[in-house]
């Protein structure tokens, strides 16, 4: 592996990493939340979780459009920051420009012979978007109007769990598709914070071929 291909690769575990520290601080803080549920630090706790949150979203947007620039070598910018605007971007040059969650069977046809499988489509934007936006509202203290009519964002634990659980089934294992599929990132973690994330490079000789409405919708939203 030449120097080039090293660094690029160094890249990818970056946002791998910062992704499981992420997922790590937020399970962390609900397993806290949900033992005193209606504690006085109760919203403040649910404030940390849904910014993390928000920065899972704009850390898989970001892994993506760095992957695509280095990787693939697409004519895209290298300047937007905000969800929205990078995946137009990437929507132009890849049909699905976010990761694939998938299972990563290890020596399944001898050693060193590994085998990968889409467990879902990759993630919907529509997705990202809303949990970007619901945390958002989280974030934000409510306007006067908003107090006097009782009309405050609602949360729920539960919801922030699921989402919390679905970040970390990406972050534990997906495959990034880079134009053409000629080129796949593939991320391996195993779901402890000691333990830093993996991540390898398939090379195809062509373009393949993957039909992705024989899987389901990736389930994030609830």
Same mark, same amino acid.
């Given at each position: 592996?030449?120097g ?8 990818y ?12 601080v937020a ?22 979780i849904a910014?993390q ?5 704009e850390t ?27 995946f *137009? $971007?990437?929507s ?6 976010l990761? !694939?969650?998938i299972e990563?069977? @290890?020596? #399944?046809h ?7 499988a889409?467990?879902?489509?990759p ?7 809303k949990?970007y ?7 934000h203290?409510?306007?006067?109007k908003?107090?006097?009519t009782?009309?405050l964002p609602?949360?729920?634990i539960?919801? *922030? $769990? ?5 970040f970390?089934?990406?972050a !534990?294992?997906?495959?990034?598709? @880079?134009? #053409?599929?000629?080129?796949?990132l593939?991320?391996?973690w195993s779901?402890k914070?000691?333990?830093?994330p993996?991540?390898?490079?398939l ?14 919708p ?5």
């Amino acid at each position: 592996m030449g120097g080039d291909e090293q660094k690029i690769r160094s890249n990818y575990v970056a946002i791998a990493s910062v992704m499981a520290m992420r997922v790590h601080v937020a399970e962390d803080t609900i397993a806290t939340l949900k033992k005193q549920p209606n504690g006085p630090y109760a919203l403040a706790a649910c404030e940390v979780i849904a910014l993390q949150l928000r920065l899972l979203c704009e850390t898989l947007m970001l892994g993506s459009t760095m992957a695509h620039l280095a990787e693939a070598g697409m004519a895209i910018s290298d300047k937007k920051w905000r969800p929205k605007d990078a995946f *137009l $971007e990437l929507s132009q040059v890849n049909e699905h420009p976010l990761p !694939m969650p998938i299972e990563i069977q @290890l020596n #399944k046809h001898g050693q060193g012979k590994h085998h990968i499988a889409p467990i879902s489509q990759p993630v919907e934007f529509s997705v990202l978007a809303k949990v970007y936006g619901t945390c958002g509202d989280l974030l934000h203290v409510p306007t006067a109007k908003q107090v006097f009519t009782s009309k405050l964002p609602a949360f729920g634990i539960g919801v *922030l $769990e699921a989402w919390i659980n679905g970040f970390k089934r990406i972050a !534990m294992a997906h495959a990034l598709m @880079l134009p #053409k599929r000629e080129i796949i990132l593939v991320v391996s973690w195993s779901g402890k914070i000691e333990e830093k994330p993996e991540v390898f490079r398939l090379d195809a000789a062509g373009e393949s071929t993957m039909n992705m409405d024989n899987y389901p919708p990736f389930e994030l939203l609830q």
